[in-house]
């Protein structure tokens, strides 16, 4: 329900971070200026007493977040990753959200297991431990199949999640109607779109049938990447509520001290986070979408291991190129072709001046070219390209939201192994090797072939659509046509495409 009772929710929100006096440090951490941060204080103090108590042995924001839900946990998960906005001493207590939340009680995570799977736990494993990792959605076991003696990961989902998520996210959906009605020029940003793109995402994490499906084609689509690896699904021991992994076994990538006593190279295990996700990204068009500390280990070997595979990005083709394309632009500073995309994309109204698109990008790129990245505050960046696009017009793409979302979370991932990573220097070489296959004469060759392709299986229809149309075409009155859109010539532009992909399949 999406009524106004969730504003007793957005009040009780205030007040938790009051009430546990996260909101002080929180607004400090974000740099919030001092007027707003007067003023959110003097709005949440009387309402204090309605706030959550949460576990007073976590830090203030870590116990307000973890007191609030899941969904507001996920948000924690993401800050965690940058100490670049919310501050190094912040950034640290985040993290025990990614995997170190409290967990729930080991029987009932047997009966889950007994009711998904129709056996005992005994009968299903001849190990199974208490829990490993506790996270915002689910907790993960260790232990042992008994019929092959194979070491796994059991991932529970916790009790009641779903309905916990539901609540919030409707909460979330009345925050974004009350915003776009009171604020109009916020309806640029989209946001009741990007809270509907955020219920996509989890409610998809919320069914461990289709985790295990998308761990299944990210470990066929990661095979033959050097340094890193997938755990594999066990789908007989895996359902909606339960799913069963091959075990990882590995130095989590937040333990950063643990990883340099074993001796592997922090700087290239940085670098080869940046350089696996935009590979996944552009190569494939499918990627892991939650790539924090927490989902990460580092094997003996040195290969880096991915895990929980609830939030997966998927993105086609065209955009693939767009997003390469304007990544390139930034690393080689050329602002004009960045804004030149951005208009052949429709990303920028075509009525906006596209010399002045390009300059306001030179001030968004410039500062952070040649720069490390400790010297950058990502911060200030972000709020200076908000400042830009909400000046030329630019609307939320929905579709980039969770690449976005991902990239960020990289970056900070790849920064607290190397506070010294130069993103874009990183960066280029894989985004060179994806332009050079696929934009240019060879992708123009794979693209007709693909379009002979589609054509072809149209073929034997293509008279009585070429039919219809006239037909159609026929009907209405000369007077009455549009300019420029007579059906023969649709028809004959589609035998053409058609004739043009046969040819050039023929070359090869």
Not at 184 to 210: C, K, Q, W, Y
Not at 474 to 497: C, G, Q, Y
């Given at each position: 329900?999406?009524?106004?009772?969730?504003?007793?929710?957005?009040?009780?929100?205030?007040?938790?971070?009051?009430?546990?006096?996260?909101?002080?440090?929180?607004?400090?951490?974000?740099?919030?200026?001092?007027?707003?941060?007067?003023?959110?204080?003097?709005?949440?103090?009387?309402?204090?007493?309605?706030?959550?108590?949460?576990?007073?042995?976590?830090?203030?924001?870590?116990?307000?977040?973890?007191?609030?839900?899941?969904?507001?946990?996920?948000?924690?998960?993401?800050?965690?990753?940058?100490?670049?906005?919310?501050?190094?001493?912040?950034?640290?207590?985040?993290?025990?959200?990614?995997?170190?939340?409290?967990?729930?009680?080991?029987?009932?995570?047997?009966?889950?297991?007994?009711?998904?799977?129709?056996?005992?736990?005994?009968?299903?494993?001849?190990?199974?431990?208490?829990?490993?990792?506790?996270?915002?959605?689910?907790?993960?076991?260790?232990?042992?199949?008994?019929?092959?003696?194979?070491?796994?990961?059991?991932?529970?989902?916790?009790?009641?999640?779903?309905?916990?998520?539901?609540?919030?996210?409707?909460?979330?959906?009345?925050?974004?109607?009350?915003?776009?009605?009171?604020?109009?020029?916020?309806?640029?940003?989209?946001?009741?779109?990007?809270?509907?793109?955020?219920?996509?995402?989890?409610?998809?994490?919320?069914?461990?049938?289709?985790?295990?499906?998308?761990?299944?084609?990210?470990?066929?689509?990661?095979?033959?990447?050097?340094?890193?690896?997938?755990?594999?699904?066990?789908?007989?021991?895996?359902?909606?509520?339960?799913?069963?992994?091959?075990?990882?076994?590995?130095?989590?990538?937040?333990?950063?001290?643990?990883?340099?006593?074993?001796?592997?190279?922090?700087?290239?295990?940085?670098?080869?986070?940046?350089?696996?996700?935009?590979?996944?990204?552009?190569?494939?068009?499918?990627?892991?979408?939650?790539?924090?500390?927490?989902?990460?280990?580092?094997?003996?070997?040195?290969?880096?291991?991915?895990?929980?595979?609830?939030?997966?990005?998927?993105?086609?083709?065209?955009?693939?190129?767009?997003?390469?394309?304007?990544?390139?632009?930034?690393?080689?500073?050329?602002?004009?072709?960045?804004?030149?995309?951005?208009?052949?994309?429709?990303?920028?109204?075509?009525?906006?001046?596209?010399?002045?698109?390009?300059?306001?990008?030179?001030?968004?790129?410039?500062?952070?070219?040649?720069?490390?990245?400790?010297?950058?505050?990502?911060?200030?960046?972000?709020?200076?390209?908000?400042?830009?696009?909400e000046r030329f017009g630019m609307q939320t793409r929905t579709e980039l939201i969770l690449l976005q979302r991902t990239m960020v979370?990289?970056?900070?991932?790849?920064?607290?192994?190397?506070?010294?990573?130069?993103?874009?220097?990183?960066?280029?070489?894989?985004?060179?090797?994806?332009?050079?296959?696929?934009?240019?004469?060879?992708?123009?060759?794979?693209?007709?072939?693909?379009?002979?392709?589609?054509?072809?299986?149209?073929?034997?229809?293509?008279?009585?659509?070429?039919?219809?149309?006239?037909?159609?075409?026929?009907?209405?009155?000369?007077?009455?046509?549009?300019?420029?859109?007579?059906?023969?010539?649709?028809?004959?532009?589609?035998?053409?495409?058609?004739?043009?992909?046969?040819?050039?399949?023929?070359?090869?």
């Open positions: 329900m999406r009524g106004p009772h969730n504003l007793w929710r957005l009040i009780r929100t205030g007040a938790t971070f009051e009430r546990t006096g996260a909101m002080k440090l929180a607004l400090e951490a974000m740099e919030v200026p001092p007027r707003l941060r007067l003023l959110a204080r003097v709005l949440g103090w009387p309402f204090r007493f309605l706030g959550y108590r949460g576990d007073p042995a976590l830090p203030p924001v870590t116990r307000a977040l973890t007191a609030l839900g899941p969904a507001y946990i996920k948000f924690g998960q993401v800050l965690s990753t940058r100490p670049d906005v919310v501050g190094v001493e912040l950034s640290d207590q985040l993290k025990v959200l990614q995997d170190k939340l409290p967990p729930f009680d080991l029987a009932t995570a047997k009966a889950t297991v007994a009711a998904e799977l129709g056996k005992p736990v005994e009968y299903l494993f001849s190990e199974f431990s208490e829990p490993v990792a506790a996270a915002s959605i689910a907790q993960v076991h260790r232990a042992r199949v008994a019929s092959s003696g194979e070491e796994v990961a059991v991932k529970v989902l916790r009790p009641g999640i779903e309905r916990a998520f539901r609540r919030d996210i409707d909460a979330f959906y009345f925050a974004a109607g009350l915003i776009e009605t009171l604020s109009p020029a916020s309806r640029r940003l989209r946001p009741t779109d990007v809270i509907a793109h955020f219920e996509s995402v989890v409610m998809g994490e919320l069914d461990l049938r289709l985790e295990s499906a998308a761990a299944s084609e990210f470990a066929v689509n990661t095979a033959k990447d050097k340094g890193f690896a997938v755990p594999t699904p066990l789908w007989h021991l895996s359902s909606r509520r339960v799913m069963t992994l091959g075990w990882a076994e590995g130095i989590p990538l937040g333990d950063v001290a643990a990883i340099k006593t074993a001796g592997h190279d922090c700087q290239a295990l940085a670098a080869r986070v940046l350089q696996l996700f935009l590979s996944h990204a552009l190569r494939d068009g499918f990627f892991h979408a939650d790539m924090h500390q927490g989902n990460l280990k580092v094997a003996a070997n040195g290969d880096l291991i991915a895990y929980d595979f609830g939030i997966m990005g998927q993105i086609d083709t065209y955009t693939r190129r767009v997003y390469a394309e304007i990544l390139m632009g930034f690393i080689r500073r050329d602002y004009v072709r960045v804004a030149e995309v951005h208009f052949e994309a429709g990303y920028v109204p075509r009525d906006r001046d596209i010399n002045e698109f390009a300059r306001a990008l030179r001030a968004v790129g410039e500062p952070i070219a040649g720069m490390d990245a400790n010297q950058i505050s990502m911060a200030h960046l972000l709020s200076y390209l908000f400042e830009v696009t979370v990289v970056e900070g991932v790849a920064r607290s192994l190397d506070p010294h990573i130069n993103i874009w220097d990183v960066a280029r070489p894989v985004v060179e090797d994806y332009i050079r296959s696929n934009i240019g004469p060879q992708a123009l060759f794979r693209d007709l072939i693909k379009t002979a392709q589609v054509l072809g299986r149209f073929g034997p229809k293509l008279p009585q659509i070429a039919e219809a149309l006239l037909v159609r075409g026929a009907a209405v009155p000369e007077e009455s046509r549009p300019p420029r859109r007579r059906p023969w010539a649709i028809a004959a532009l589609a035998v053409a495409a058609f004739a043009a992909g046969v040819a050039v399949a023929a070359l090869f």
